[in-house]
């Protein structure tokens, strides 16, 4: 699992916000299904969670009654992941306490693989240091123009102008870059 595939949750009851870690499937099982709400409703609802991935401030909200609500998104970093843990998206005003019985068994995992304490702290004092491998994803991008008779034509022309090496994407074609955690599995 990526850490940018966790799902941080607070869930509101009457001012108490029970925080936990989810993977997705984990998600729909527990809010996707067991609140009323329609297909479209779901289907919005799974999107704005998606575009969490993008918007680090965003929140995808789930009304369950007056006085209940869920709040989601996927993590953005690390920082935000200890930040979630140890409260700071929570109501200052509210209760609240991390609910292990909820978090999806890879998310406390993954918590375990970065060397984080439940409340957000990181581990003092580990001997051992591990290696990483993180898997460095940059997406480079352009928009070419040709003339066809139909779309699978042009898609034809443009697939052999870049495997000919006649289009070649560079520093200028640059769009995003993302870096994913891979499970540790060696000490030193």
């Not at 575009?51 to 869920?70: C, F, H, I, P």
């Not at 409340?119 to 123009?145: C, H, N």
């Not at 102008?161 to 955690?181: C, G, Q, T």
């Amino acid at each position: 699992m990526n850490l940018t595939d966790l799902i941080l949750v607070i869930e509101n009851d009457k001012g108490t916000e029970i925080n936990s870690l989810m993977d997705f499937d984990e998600y729909m099982k527990q809010y996707g299904t067991k609140i009323e709400q329609t297909p479209m409703e779901l289907a919005r609802h799974t999107l704005t969670l998606e575009r969490t991935r993008q918007d680090a401030g965003m929140w995808a909200e789930l009304y369950r009654a007056a006085n209940k609500s869920v709040g989601a998104r996927y993590c953005y970093d690390l920082d935000q992941l200890c930040n979630f843990l140890t409260g700071v998206h929570n109501d200052f005003h509210s209760e609240h306490y991390l609910d292990v019985t909820k978090c999806s068994k890879e998310c406390l995992e993954l918590l375990e693989e970065f060397g984080i304490e439940k409340s957000g702290y990181y581990r003092e004092g580990e001997e051992a240091i591990k290696d990483y491998d993180v898997e460095i994803k940059e997406t480079l991008s352009r928009v070419k123009t040709v003339q066809a008779s139909s779309l699978g034509e042009a898609i034809d022309k443009v697939m052999e102008l870049y495997y000919a090496s006649d289009i070649v994407l560079d520093a200028e074609d640059y769009k995003e870059v993302a870096f994913n955690f891979k499970k540790a599995e060696r000490g030193r």
